[in-house]
């Protein structure tokens, strides 16, 4: 089953650092774009990250130099390092990535993680 797990949200101090994982079916992973978003309450999903099967990464302009988005082929896992933690980062955190579906393509969401950063 296709399917996208994220993990190691969690509370830290302004600051401080986290790196959060998502574990991808590798129907998932192989050969596609991985993509970081986050959703603070009343704000809209914004792209936080993407990384592409060949290690091209981008990044928004407010995590730039901070967060780094790697992916691990053997694993078939993307993460998110987190650094210099600011209280605007906290949010809850998903994994997305669009793979095809037989003729068409389809959007696949992690349940999310919620990052919270305390000033």
């Known amino acids: 089953q296709a399917q996208l797990v994220e993990s190691g949200g969690g509370l830290v101090q302004a600051g401080g650092s986290l790196r959060l994982s998502c574990a991808a079916s590798?129907?998932?992973?192989?050969?596609?774009?991985m993509r970081w978003y986050r959703q603070a309450p009343g704000n809209q999903r914004e792209l936080v990250a993407a990384?592409?099967?060949?290690?091209?990464?981008d990044y928004a302009d407010s995590v730039k130099g901070r967060f780094t988005i790697s992916r691990d082929h053997a694993n078939n896992t993307v993460y998110l390092q987190m650094n210099s933690l600011k209280p605007e980062d906290t949010a809850v955190y998903y994994c997305?990535?669009?793979?095809?579906?037989?003729?068409?393509?389809?959007?696949?969401w992690g349940q999310g993680t919620q990052v919270t950063v305390s000033s």
């Open positions: 997305n990535t669009l793979a095809q579906v037989g003729t068409g393509f389809a959007n696949y």
């Open positions: 590798r129907s998932l992973f192989s050969t596609n774009v």
């Open positions: 990384i592409t099967s060949d290690g091209s990464t």
